[in-house]
């Protein structure tokens, strides 16, 4: 949460600067703010669109910070937007990140006389720098940094030193690019692809000085640390809408190569099972698991559920799926030969590196799904499978979704060929994952119709949605994602859990949503159907292509391509996505930037 930005080299900063911001507005857009040393401070509340106006206004400077906000500390106001300064207003710094014992520092601060602007943690961070009798500002930061408890990703800079920023990271992500003349820091690769694809990674502990030539890196305390550049993968164009609405529509719209992608080089026909590079020099390990734990937060939970049912029925290995944010904090037993397996999109989400590292800390084998490579979960695990579904910009989460979902089709291949699956059923498999692409391409031909569905409902105040086995975590996706962009009130269950006590809520106002694909479960979700229609609630049923019984049942019907049980979930996920996006778009909503969330929680 919150994107920072720094640029120090030979280009006009502020240009850059602000569109480093409009890449990383997904993880906050509370407030943004820049500074430059001859263009002194710009700040606006609200999106990176209203900082805009100051690139009119001349200005030289070839060094600067910018940042956008995901209010923490303080309400989204001005005094609150960063970059935030010290007493003299000579060092300025953008944060991202909390810093847990601000109240404390902020009290001994104030009682040496010291007045605060803002409702800030950041602010008594550059206050608690300016403070320090230090020769230089990277002295000044590191004895600051010394008193602090919590996270940060942190760029600093001196009105003196135009030409040199302070880098220095804890918990929250940030990346350094590596130009021709020029350095960049970013809280995502992402927003470096338009100028370069060279990177260093900064480690927890770890604090840079950067000017227009040099990256020195060393740690707090003190050691030089010597890295080696990575490349980043992905182009530039990919942060573009190109010619869709909105980014949650593209990223919906690029299903079927998000599949290609995830299992492009994995698929051995032949043999009847997939080659998974990252988790290769742990197949023996695999082959003995007893159990495994996924962790995960929001839709990378609900994926990891749908893994669950994945990996228990085609592979025999019993998966029980934790919330990262639970996970973390209680109890946990691990029996047998056991794995932690994370899920997560951005790879930087607080809570799952958290469970990542507190099961690493227990000894355990730690495994990732991730997207973004070179983020923390990628990085801290032993081993992992990035799903490669490319920059996802909207914050409603739908193609890492759909990737995360197959690379866990490819994971239950691989162990199921290691323990019960014949070659015969694996090659049936593979054939389904390579014809997958073409029926989501039909799916997605389905969006205007389900546009006018959605118009049909998008007044209503409240929608459930249920499903049963492969698509109970489906029923609490398709519900979390149309909150996530439509802010109606929606609930999604297992079937079966129905009549244990939501029921109640049925009436004619409150619609259903039901995930009705033509499976082992069928009869009792028609079953399910009757008991809701009892109570008089309109019923949307999301079934598969040949079924003529639904049709006649429901009020609504959408029909999908019906391809393997295994892969049904990933082809009925693309209609819970559309529908949500139209509803929010019916109600005038900005899909892509729901209010009160960011896309990478990087808080806790
Ligand atoms: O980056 P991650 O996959 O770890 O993010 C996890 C959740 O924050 C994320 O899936 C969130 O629930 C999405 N906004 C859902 O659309």
């Given at each position: 949460?919150?994107g920072?930005?720094g640029y120090v080299?030979n ?5 850059i600067l ?8 997904y ?6 703010g820049?500074f430059?040393p ?8 609200g ?14 400077s ?6 956008t ?5 303080g ?13 003299t ?11 847990e014992n ?7 601060l ?5 007045t605060?602007y ?12 300016g ?26 800079m001196?009105?003196d030193?135009p ?12 990346v350094?690019?590596?130009g021709s003349g020029?350095?960049?820091v ?15 990674y900064l ?5 840079a000085?950067?000017?227009a030539s ?16 990575e ?6 164009a990919?942060?573009?809408?190109q ?9 919906i719209?690029e ?9 492009r ?5 032949e043999?009847?099972t ?6 290769e020099p742990?197949?023996?390990v695999?082959?003995k698991?007893d ?11 609900y994926a990891g559920?749908?893994?669950k ?5 085609y592979a025999g ?5 934790e919330?990262a ?6 109890r ?6 056991t ?9 930087e989400?607080?809570?799952?590196l ?6 690493k ?7 990732g799904i991730?997207?973004?490579?070179g ?9 992992g499978?990035y ?11 739908t ?11 490819l ?11 014949s ?20 799916t ?5 119709y389900?546009?006018e569905?959605?118009k ?6 409240n929608?459930?949605?249920?499903g ?9 996706e398709g519900?979390?994602k149309?909150k996530?962009?439509s802010?109606l009130?929606a ?10 006590g939501?029921?109640?809520?049925l009436?004619?106002?409150?619609p ?6 033509q499976?082992a479960v ?8 009757s ?5 008089s ?18 009020d609504?019907?959408?029909l ?10 990933i082809i009925s ?24 969330l960011?896309k990478?929680?990087?808080?806790e």
């Open positions: 949460m919150c920072i930005f080299g280009k006009p900063a502020r240009k602000i569109d480093g911001l409009r890449t990383l507005e993880r906050g857009y509370d407030s943004a820049i430059t001859r263009g002194g401070v710009i700040q606006a509340v999106p990176i669109a209203a900082l805009e106006e100051c690139l009119l206004v001349d200005d030289s070839v060094a600067g910070i910018a940042h906000r995901w209010a923490t500390h309400a989204p106001t001005l005094a609150n937007a960063h970059p935030h300064h010290d007493a207003e000579s060092i300025w710094i953008v944060h991202n990140g909390i810093i601000y109240q404390e520092l902020k009290e001994e104030a009682a040496d006389g010291v605060f803002s409702d800030t943690d950041t602010e008594v961070l550059a206050k608690l720098i403070r320090q009798r230090a020769d230089t500002l990277q002295a000044a930061v590191v004895v600051a940094l010394a008193r602090v408890r919590g996270t940060y990703g942190l760029v600093a001196h009105v030193r030409d040199e920023l302070i880098v220095a990271r804890m918990g929250s992500p940030i350094l690019g590596v020029e350095h960049f970013s809280s995502d690769p992402a927003a470096l692809l338009p100028h370069t694809k060279t990177v260093l480690e927890d502990g770890e604090v000085v950067v000017s040099a990256c020195n890196i060393s740690t707090l305390d003190g050691v030089h640390r010597q890295k080696a550049t490349t980043i993968v992905g182009e530039a990919q942060l573009q809408k010619g869709f609405a909105h980014f949650m529509l593209k990223e719209h299903a079927p190569e998000v599949i290609e992608n995830a299992i080089g994995r698929l051995m026909a043999e009847g997939v080659k998974l590079g990252g988790i742990y197949l023996e695999f082959s698991l159990r495994l734990t996924i962790v995960g937060c929001g839709s990378a939970y559920l749908v893994g049912y994945l990996l228990e029925e290995l019993p998966v029980e799926v919330l944010s639970e996970y973390r904090y209680k946990n037993y691990h029996l047998g030969n794995a932690v397996l994370a899920v997560s999109q951005s790879g989400t607080a809570d799952t958290a469970a990542v590292r507190k099961a800390a227990a000894g355990i084998l730690t495994l991730v997207n973004v490579v983020s923390s979960v990628a990085r801290e695990t032993d081993a499978i799903t490669h579904a490319g920059p996802e910009v909207a914050v409603a989460s193609k890492a979704f759909l990737s995360q979902i197959t690379v866990f089709a994971l239950a291949i691989l162990l199921g060929r290691q323990r019960q699956l070659a015969e059923n694996g090659k049936e498999l593979i054939q389904a994952l390579t014809e997958l692409p073409q029926s989501i391409q039909k997605l031909a389905l969006s205007s389900i546009a569905i959605a049909k409902y998008a007044h209503t105040r929608m459930m949605f249920i049963r086995t492969f698509h109970a975590p489906l029923a609490y519900a979390l149309l996530e962009v802010y009130h609930e999604g269950y297992a079937g079966g859990e129905l009549k244990h939501s029921i109640a809520m009436d004619a106002e409150f259903i949503v039901t995930l009705v694909p499976d069928y009869e009792k979700m028609l079953a399910n159907i008991e809701v229609q009892a109570r609630a309109p019923v949307i049923a999301i079934g598969t292509e040949g079924d003529t019984l639904l049709p006649k049942t429901v609504d019907v959408i999908v391509p019906k391809v393997h049980e295994m892969l049904q979930p996920a693309i209609p819970l996505q559309l529908l949500a996006y139209h509803v929010g778009v019916a109600k005038g909503l900005n899909v892509d930037r729901p209010r009160n960011a990478s929680v990087t808080v």
